[in-house]
Structures are given as structure tokens and as C-alpha cells.
């Protein structure tokens, strides 16, 4: 039982494996939180709480002290317009046009398994998880008005999920203006914060700093989850590094707008908020309707980043994403968009997937340009009929062609999108998301589809099954090139449109459930001009996410190592570009931008009838290499080995298999130093006293050798040169290392 309630202390206990977090009903009947950290074993830790008198912090009417207050109180869940000054869980205008909430505990349920989230994505439970739900019941006694608690609980992962849902009890309406989706109270405020902030080409950046006081936050305020911001944040302490240290993981599994706020208060008590942005939202809820705040994923690792990710890692590629790929090889992907970009004939596509397949491709995918006028990026989309003028013998014409030469087809879809220049904008010019009697704010030529509205859903949903349902189709990729504005749906009233933005995802998660769940066989890969929507909503989808646009290597090495602390190399789509790089300029050896590609799912992004005979040797190598590590890459243990954004000379990574007995490695030299300092990779995860071979013999020592002193690498090599380690259980005898001299060190401190 991973979930307790303490009857007589009226304390909720939550055990996970390595955390405990409880919560308790106060005499006055708030919940109050008490505890989340690593693990204890009482139940009723009221001590805990603050007993001072605070000056200027008000007192709820329900006590004569002036030391049970709000504003300095943990409170697992949160009040309003009562005396908590620190960033708020819920906002909302009750029907007699108060702001006041104050919930009190009235019920709750314990029970088997994960809670469900109706239209809305999170994550599930396998048999075996041993997942169980709480629920918690706080109601406002004078509104009426309702908010459940939901947690779900993954002990193995050291996971938590949250939930909220507000339910209108009142006899009149209310506007709902936010709702936090989780809040935690820790009653220390000694923490950095990690998150990872971007921009086009360039995403998830590894950033901390210290928690000062004040509220620092982090969201997306651009109808999508961002390459800005991404919605997972790290809360650690000070010493928290790859191995060390107590790191709280949030991540939102919603792809629209979000915000994070981590307030370090004046007794530095800190308070973490996660949910919806309340820019422009607004809610109408009438008597008895609900409204459903998304998930948010916690997790908590007692020893570091690395188990932190390894969490994340386990509950994105197993209880995330139900398409039958994701534990399945994905195909080596050659795509069209960089080679050919808008300009092609189904001769010059099939010139690419032919000359792919001969550098180790396996499949062919037709990207942005085949359907409608779409010759450039200012008409067409929106229309999903193929241009059969330029492709000549249809989609099935160049499927058949591929699958001829015993290769898989892929397309490009932009389902969300809208070009004024399109047959579809002629015929339903609203709708478009555009405010009335305003011009329409454009992003890459193009408008945003309204999708809080059904029929638009539904017109999008059987245009692109019209496509797929024809066959021949074995991947789409699904873009989404343009930030939101203009949130205004012209089918609702004056007062409804602050719930355009959260009607538009639910329109998404639709229009993703109606094309993506009735195509199990078909793998989808996420695309938002690269990486502006890699989030947790997005990979209960899609087992696979473009990762960004920059396919430079060295640009890539930040790039996916920052995506790595949350989400799992399989879910990352990595390909290998043309040198000079299309967006850095860089020239890079064709080894390490494989190398690099191989952080991922990878592919390539370019013609390989330019290359020379010498690079396509090297691709077919390292396709090879990359199938035969594929099962490491896909699910193995992945250690970060060193950061791109330090001044380690080398950005190494690793993969280990859960049996410890193979383990792939590469180093990729960043940065370089004249007359050097010596380098060496110290891996991880090997089992201390096994001896372990490492590319093939060339060096033969034990798992302790091999991750406390490391492998040596001079540093005053090329630039960008890269190293890939083989690593496997050395089973051979006769070497001054054998098993039998390992057995001698154990006993004598050192090996011959
Ligand atoms: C976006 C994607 C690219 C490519 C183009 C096509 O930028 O990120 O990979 O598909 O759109 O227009």
C-alpha cells in the first residue's frame, strides 16, 4: 500500500519507494501539507508546522491566535482572497462576485490503479506498476464551489502525478481564472531551480540558479508549449549533481499554455505552482459543471539528475504512449525536406529514397510541398489533396515506388494550419482563430486553424484519415510551424472567449485521438518547427519528436542533452545534415554528425547522391554500428557522462543494459585546448567487480577502473573528432585480468 490514511491523526501518507510525502487535515478541516522528501517513517509530523506570530499575516476566522495563518502555513492545496499572499492555486469570481476560496476537507478515496483524465492526456498504468490513487475532496463551505485532489502513484519511479478539478457546487456562475494543476509547500527554501529555456534552433538549455527570494517563473504564454520554456522544471538542492543531491522533477502533460512558479517567501519557506497560464483564460462554469486541471508528473530522486531522468525515462517509454512503436526498432529515416525543400517531382524524391537506402535508410520520408498549391510556404496548407501536377502518379505512385525497393514511406502533415492562399480559407474563411474587425496576425505566411471549434475538428480529422485511410502510409510527420494569437472563436459568446486557448488543445488532443488512435500500424513523429512542442502531452501521442531544426552536431549536443533530463533518447528524432549546416554553418566530419545522430532517432536530412564515396561508406558503417546498438539506445540505462555546458573538453554519454553486461559510449570533443590537459571519460552503471572489454579487447578492465579512473583521451585532437566505446562483459581468460584475478582483488585490494 503505497497510500495510507491515518484515522485518529487524519494525516494522508504517501510511500513511494524512495519518498514520502504526506498531508494533514488540520483541526480547523484544511489540508495542510507537511512533508515531501526523502523517506520517513511517521505518520503524523505536525511539528512540523510554523507556530510564530507573523506580523503582518492575517488569521482565518475559524481561529483567536495569530499564528494559524494561510500566508505562512504549507497548505496542500490553496485558499483565495484569505490571506495567502504567495502565488495562488486558484482564482476564480464566485456568482455573488467574491474572489474568496477556502477549501475544507469533506471526503476522499483510496483505490487500485490510476485515475482517468476525460479529453485530456495522461499517463497510465501497466499491470505490475502497483499504481493507486487518492482522490481528496475540499469544498469552499459558503460557495458550494468544489476542488478534488487527484494523485497517482507510481512507487518504483518515485512518481507522483497531480491533478485538480473544480466543480461548481454554487447556485450560480463562476469564472475560474486559474486552477493550479499541482502545489507543493516545502517548508525550507534552500533550492536551485533547473529549466530549460530556447528558441528556434536552439531549445532546451540546461539553466540553474539559486532560488532568491520572490517568485521566479517559467511558462508559455504562445498557445503552445514552447521552444522557450519548456514545461518540466527541476527544484534541487544546492549539491545536487549527476549523482548527489534531493531533485523534484515537475512536468506538465499539456502541450498549451503553462506556468511554473517557484516563490521563496520571506521566511524562506518555498511554494511550487504548476499549471495552466492564466493569461487570457478565463472560465465560465455553470452550476454543476466541472472544469479539469491537466496532469503534472512529479518525480523525486534521492541521489541526483541522473535517477531523476532515469524515472521520467521509464514512465515516458512505458506509460505514455500506447503506439505499438514505441518499444519497437524505428526505421532509419531519410527525409526530403532539407535536400529538396518545396522543389521536386516524384522522379527527384525517388532519386533521394533510393540513394538513402543505399547509406543504410530505411525509410523514405516526402515531406512539406506535395499536397494542394503548396510550392511555397504561402499557400496550400489546409488542403490535403495531392498536387498531382507536380507529383505525378499521386501519393500512391511514389509510395509504390518505395516499397519496391523495400523501403518504408512516410508524409508531412501541418493538420493545424491554414494558409489564406488554400481552397479550404476560400470556402471557411472563419475558421480561422481572428478577432473581429482586426486584421489576422500571420506566422510563416500562415493562420492557426480553429480547433475550439467541432467542425473545424472534424474536418481535419477526416481530411487527413482520407489520406491515410488510402494506405501505402507507414509514418507522418505532424508539424506545427506558428505561435498562437488572435484566441478568439467567433461561434462562442463575449464572455466564453478567456476559454478559447485551453478549447483549442482539447480540439488538438482530439483531432490527435481521432487521426493517431484509429492508425495504430502508423508511426507518428511530433514536429514544431523542430522542438516548440517536445513536451509529456505531445509523447502520450507521439513516440517520437523532432527535436529541433539546428541539425548541427555541436549545436545538437546541447540540444539533446538538455531534452535528455526529461524525456528518453527514443523519443528524440536526430538526423544526420549536410557540412556546411544549413543553419550554423559549421563543417563537421560525417562520423560524429552520425555520432551525434545517434543520440536519437536517427536518420538523415540530406542527398546522399552529393556525397562522396568516402561519406557514404562512413553512414553505411554507422548504420550498421547504430543497429546493433539499437537495443542499448532505445532502453538502456542512459548516463549523461559530462555537460556541453561546462568546461568538460568532451560531451560523452552513455547507454547500459539492464543486465549491466553491454554498454555503448561516445565522446564527442567540444571543445579543444592547445597543449591540452588530459581527459578521461569515466562511465557509469558497470557493476564495480566485473571485468568488461571494451571495443573489442583494446582494453580489457574492471567496472570500478573503468568509472573511477575512466578512459584517457588527449585533448589536443581536431575539433568535434568523436569516440564510440563498445563496452561488453569480458567472458575471455588468460588476461591479466581475468575473472580469477578479480576474485584475487576482492581479496587483496588490487589486480595483477
Ligand atoms: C518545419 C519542420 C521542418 C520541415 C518544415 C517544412 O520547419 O520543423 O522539419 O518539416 O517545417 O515546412
Given at each position: 500500500?503505497?497510500?495510507?490514511?491515518?484515522?485518529?491523526?487524519?494525516?494522508?501518507?504517501?510511500q513511494?519507494?524512495?519518498?514520502?510525502?504526506?498531508?494533514?487535515?488540520?483541526?480547523?478541516?484544511?489540508?495542510?501539507?507537511?512533508?515531501?522528501?526523502?523517506?520517513?517513517?511517521?505518520?503524523?509530523?505536525?511539528?512540523?508546522?510554523?507556530?510564530?506570530?507573523?506580523?503582518?499575516?492575517?488569521?482565518?476566522?475559524?481561529?483567536?491566535?495569530?499564528?494559524?495563518?494561510?500566508?505562512?502555513?504549507?497548505?496542500?492545496?490553496?485558499?483565495?482572497?484569505?490571506?495567502?499572499?504567495?502565488?495562488?492555486?486558484?482564482?476564480?469570481?464566485?456568482?455573488?462576485?467574491?474572489?474568496?476560496?477556502?477549501?475544507?476537507?469533506?471526503?476522499?478515496?483510496?483505490?487500485?490503479?490510476?485515475?482517468?483524465?476525460?479529453?485530456?492526456?495522461?499517463i497510465?498504468?501497466?499491470?505490475?506498476?502497483?499504481?493507486?490513487?487518492?482522490?481528496?475532496?475540499l469544498?469552499?463551505?459558503?460557495?458550494?464551489?468544489?476542488?478534488?485532489?487527484?494523485?497517482?502513484?507510481?512507487?518504483?519511479?518515485?512518481?507522483?502525478?497531480?491533478?485538480?478539478?473544480?466543480?461548481?457546487?454554487?447556485?450560480?456562475?463562476?469564472?475560474?481564472?486559474?486552477?493550479?494543476?499541482?502545489?507543493?509547500?516545502?517548508?525550507?527554501?534552500?533550492?536551485?531551480?533547473?529549466?530549460?529555456?530556447g528558441?528556434?534552433?536552439?531549445?532546451?538549455?540546461?539553466?540553474?540558479?539559486?532560488?532568491?527570494?520572490?517568485?521566479?517563473?517559467?511558462?508559455?504564454?504562445?498557445?503552445?508549449?514552447?521552444?522557450?520554456?519548456?514545461?518540466?522544471?527541476?527544484?534541487?538542492?544546492?549539491?545536487?549533481?549527476?549523482?548527489?543531491?534531493?531533485?523534484?522533477?515537475?512536468?506538465?502533460?499539456?502541450?498549451?499554455?503553462?506556468?511554473?512558479?517557484?516563490?521563496?517567501?520571506?521566511?524562506?519557506?518555498?511554494?511550487?505552482?504548476?499549471?495552466?497560464?492564466?493569461?487570457?483564460?478565463?472560465?465560465?462554469?455553470e452550476?454543476?459543471?466541472?472544469?479539469?486541471?491537466?496532469?503534472?508528473?512529479?518525480?523525486?530522486?534521492?541521489?541526483g539528475?541522473?535517477?531523476?531522468?532515469?524515472?521520467?525515462?521509464?514512465?515516458?517509454r512505458?506509460?505514455?504512449?500506447?503506439?505499438?512503436?514505441?518499444?519497437?526498432?524505428?526505421?532509419?529515416?531519410?527525409?526530403?525536406?532539407?535536400?529538396?525543400?518545396?522543389?521536386?517531382?516524384?522522379?527527384?524524391?525517388?532519386?533521394?529514397?533510393?540513394?538513402?537506402?543505399?547509406?543504410?535508410?530505411?525509410?523514405?520520408?516526402?515531406?512539406?510541398?506535395?499536397?494542394?498549391?503548396?510550392?511555397?510556404?504561402?499557400?496550400?496548407?489546409?488542403?490535403?489533396?495531392?498536387?498531382?501536377?507536380?507529383?505525378?502518379?499521386?501519393?500512391?505512385?511514389?509510395?509504390?515506388?518505395?516499397?519496391?525497393?523495400?523501403?518504408?514511406?512516410?508524409?508531412?502533415?501541418?493538420?493545424?494550419?491554414?494558409?489564406?492562399?488554400?481552397?479550404?480559407?476560400?470556402?471557411?474563411?472563419?475558421?480561422?482563430?481572428?478577432?473581429?474587425?482586426?486584421?489576422?496576425?500571420?506566422?510563416?505566411?500562415?493562420?492557426?486553424?480553429?480547433?475550439?471549434?467541432?467542425?473545424?475538428?472534424?474536418?481535419?480529422?477526416?481530411?487527413?484519415?482520407?489520406?491515410?485511410d488510402?494506405?501505402?502510409?507507414?509514418?507522418?510527420?505532424?508539424?506545427?510551424?506558428?505561435?498562437?494569437?488572435?484566441?478568439?472563436?467567433?461561434?462562442?459568446?463575449?464572455e466564453?472567449?478567456?476559454?478559447?486557448?485551453?478549447?483549442?488543445?482539447?480540439?488538438?488532443?482530439?483531432?490527435?485521438?481521432?487521426?493517431?488512435?484509429?492508425?495504430?500500424?502508423?508511426?507518428?513523429?511530433?514536429c514544431?518547427?523542430?522542438?516548440?512542442?517536445?513536451?509529456?502531452?505531445?509523447?502520450?501521442?507521439?513516440?517520437?519528436?523532432?527535436t529541433?531544426?539546428?541539425?548541427?552536431?555541436?549545436?545538437r549536443?546541447?540540444?539533446?542533452?538538455?531534452?535528455?533530463?526529461?524525456?528518453?533518447?527514443?523519443?528524440?528524432?536526430?538526423?544526420?545534415?549536410?557540412?556546411?549546416?544549413?543553419?550554423?554553418?559549421?563543417?563537421?566530419?560525417?562520423?560524429?554528425?552520425?555520432?551525434?545522430?545517434?543520440?536519437?532517432?536517427?536518420?538523415?536530412?540530406?542527398?546522399?547522391?552529393?556525397?562522396?564515396?568516402?561519406?557514404?561508406?562512413?553512414?553505411?558503417?554507422?548504420?550498421?554500428?547504430?543497429?546493433?546498438?539499437?537495443?542499448?539506445?532505445?532502453?538502456?540505462?542512459?548516463?549523461?557522462?559530462s555537460?556541453?555546458?561546462?568546461?568538460?573538453?568532451?560531451?560523452?554519454?552513455?547507454?547500459?543494459?539492464?543486465?549491466?553486461?553491454?554498454?555503448?559510449?561516445?565522446?564527442?570533443?567540444?571543445?579543444t585546448e592547445?597543449?591540452?590537459?588530459n581527459?578521461?571519460?569515466?562511465?557509469?552503471?558497470?557493476?564495480?567487480?566485473?571485468?568488461?572489454?571494451?571495443?573489442?579487447?583494446?582494453?580489457?578492465?574492471?567496472?570500478?577502473?573503468?568509472?573511477?579512473?575512466?578512459?584517457?583521451r588527449?585533448?589536443?585532437?581536431?575539433?568535434?573528432?568523436?569516440?564510440?566505446?563498445?563496452?561488453?562483459?569480458?567472458?575471455?581468460?588468460g588476461?591479466?585480468?581475468?575473472?580469477?584475478?578479480?576474485?584475487?582483488?576482492?581479496?587483496?585490494?588490487?589486480l595483477?
Amino acid at each position: 500500500m503505497s497510500i495510507r490514511f491515518f484515522e485518529k491523526e487524519k494525516a494522508f501518507v504517501i510511500q513511494t519507494k524512495d519518498a514520502t510525502y504526506s498531508m494533514k487535515v488540520s483541526e480547523h478541516g484544511h489540508l495542510l501539507h507537511l512533508y515531501y522528501g526523502k523517506k520517513i517513517y511517521d505518520a503524523d509530523i505536525e511539528m512540523l508546522l510554523p507556530v510564530q506570530n507573523r506580523g503582518m499575516e492575517v488569521n482565518p476566522p475559524c481561529v483567536d491566535n495569530r499564528t494559524y495563518t494561510f500566508g505562512t502555513y504549507p497548505q496542500e492545496f490553496g485558499t483565495n482572497d484569505a490571506g495567502d499572499y504567495r502565488p495562488s492555486t486558484i482564482e476564480l469570481r464566485n456568482p455573488d462576485g467574491s474572489y474568496s476560496f477556502v477549501g475544507t476537507y469533506k471526503a476522499h478515496r483510496i483505490y487500485e490503479g490510476k485515475y482517468s483524465i476525460k479529453d485530456m492526456p495522461s499517463i497510465f498504468a501497466n499491470e505490475g506498476d502497483g499504481v493507486e490513487t487518492l482522490e481528496i475532496d475540499l469544498v469552499d463551505e459558503v460557495t458550494g464551489v468544489g476542488v478534488t485532489l487527484y494523485y497517482g502513484v507510481y512507487p518504483e519511479q518515485n512518481v507522483i502525478t497531480r491533478a485538480t478539478k473544480l466543480t461548481n457546487g454554487s447556485d450560480g456562475t463562476v469564472h475560474l481564472y486559474k486552477l493550479a494543476s499541482t502545489v507543493v509547500d516545502f517548508m525550507s527554501g534552500d533550492f536551485d531551480m533547473v529549466s530549460f529555456y530556447g528558441r528556434h534552433c536552439w531549445e532546451r538549455n540546461f539553466e540553474r540558479v539559486r532560488l532568491s527570494h520572490g517568485t521566479t517563473s517559467i511558462g508559455s504564454t504562445r498557445g503552445l508549449s514552447s521552444h522557450h520554456e519548456n514545461p518540466f522544471t527541476i527544484i534541487c538542492t544546492p549539491d545536487t549533481n549527476e549523482d548527489n543531491g534531493q531533485a523534484y522533477g515537475f512536468n506538465f502533460v499539456y502541450s498549451g499554455n503553462f506556468l511554473f512558479e517557484a516563490n521563496n517567501d520571506p521566511y524562506s519557506e518555498t511554494r511550487i505552482t504548476m499549471g495552466i497560464n492564466p493569461k487570457q483564460f478565463d472560465f465560465v462554469i455553470e452550476p454543476g459543471e466541472e472544469f479539469m486541471a491537466p496532469e503534472v508528473i512529479m518525480s523525486y530522486s534521492d541521489s541526483g539528475f541522473s535517477k531523476l531522468s532515469h524515472q521520467y525515462h521509464h514512465i515516458f517509454r512505458h506509460n505514455a504512449c500506447r503506439s505499438k512503436w514505441v518499444g519497437k526498432r524505428r526505421p532509419i529515416i531519410i527525409n526530403s525536406w532539407e535536400p529538396l525543400t518545396f522543389t521536386f517531382d516524384a522522379d527527384t524524391l525517388f532519386a533521394v529514397a533510393e540513394a538513402g537506402k543505399d547509406i543504410g535508410a530505411e525509410m523514405f520520408v516526402l515531406d512539406d510541398g506535395w499536397f494542394g498549391a503548396r510550392d511555397n510556404a504561402l499557400a496550400g496548407l489546409g488542403d490535403w489533396v495531392v498536387n498531382e501536377k507536380k507529383l505525378v502518379g499521386g501519393l500512391k505512385g511514389i509510395s509504390d515506388r518505395v516499397h519496391g525497393i523495400g523501403m518504408k514511406f512516410g508524409l508531412w502533415f501541418e493538420p493545424e494550419m491554414i494558409n489564406e492562399d488554400s481552397d479550404l480559407y476560400r470556402a471557411h474563411p472563419e475558421w480561422c482563430l481572428r478577432v473581429p474587425d482586426r486584421g489576422i496576425t500571420r506566422g510563416r505566411h500562415q493562420y492557426v486553424l480553429d480547433l475550439s471549434r467541432p467542425e473545424v475538428c472534424d474536418y481535419v480529422i477526416g481530411a487527413v484519415n482520407k489520406i491515410l485511410d488510402e494506405g501505402g502510409i507507414d509514418y507522418v510527420k505532424w508539424d506545427y510551424n506558428r505561435s498562437v494569437c488572435d484566441a478568439y472563436n467567433a461561434s462562442l459568446p463575449a464572455e466564453k472567449q478567456g476559454e478559447v486557448l485551453h478549447r483549442y488543445m482539447l480540439g488538438v488532443y482530439k483531432v490527435h485521438s481521432g487521426i493517431i488512435l484509429t492508425h495504430p500500424d502508423i508511426l507518428f513523429e511530433g514536429c514544431s518547427s523542430g522542438g516548440g512542442r517536445f513536451d509529456a502531452g505531445m509523447l502520450t501521442y507521439f513516440p517520437q519528436i523532432w527535436t529541433s531544426d539546428n541539425t548541427d552536431a555541436m549545436a545538437r549536443l546541447k540540444i539533446q542533452y538538455g531534452t535528455s533530463f526529461a524525456y528518453p533518447v527514443s523519443s528524440m528524432g536526430a538526423h544526420v545534415s549536410v557540412a556546411r549546416n544549413r543553419y550554423a554553418g559549421s563543417v563537421i566530419s560525417m562520423k560524429t554528425r552520425n555520432i551525434v545522430a545517434m543520440h536519437g532517432t536517427y536518420g538523415y536530412e540530406l542527398d546522399p547522391a552529393k556525397m562522396t564515396e568516402e561519406e557514404k561508406q562512413v553512414c553505411r558503417e554507422m548504420a550498421e554500428l547504430y543497429k546493433s546498438q539499437y537495443d542499448l539506445i532505445n532502453s538502456g540505462t542512459y548516463y549523461r557522462l559530462s555537460s556541453p555546458f561546462g568546461n568538460d573538453l568532451f560531451t560523452a554519454w552513455m547507454f547500459v543494459s539492464e543486465d549491466k553486461s553491454r554498454a555503448f559510449a561516445t565522446a564527442v570533443l567540444q571543445n579543444t585546448e592547445c597543449n591540452g590537459r588530459n581527459t578521461y571519460i569515466k562511465l557509469k552503471g558497470l557493476i564495480p567487480d566485473a571485468l568488461y572489454s571494451v571495443n573489442n579487447g583494446s582494453l580489457i578492465l574492471t567496472g570500478s577502473t573503468l568509472m573511477n579512473v575512466g578512459i584517457h583521451r588527449p585533448a589536443n585532437i581536431a575539433g568535434s573528432t568523436a569516440y564510440t566505446y563498445i563496452i561488453e562483459k569480458y567472458t575471455g581468460t588468460g588476461s591479466s585480468a581475468d575473472e580469477e584475478s578479480v576474485d584475487d582483488a576482492a581479496e587483496n585490494g588490487y589486480l595483477a
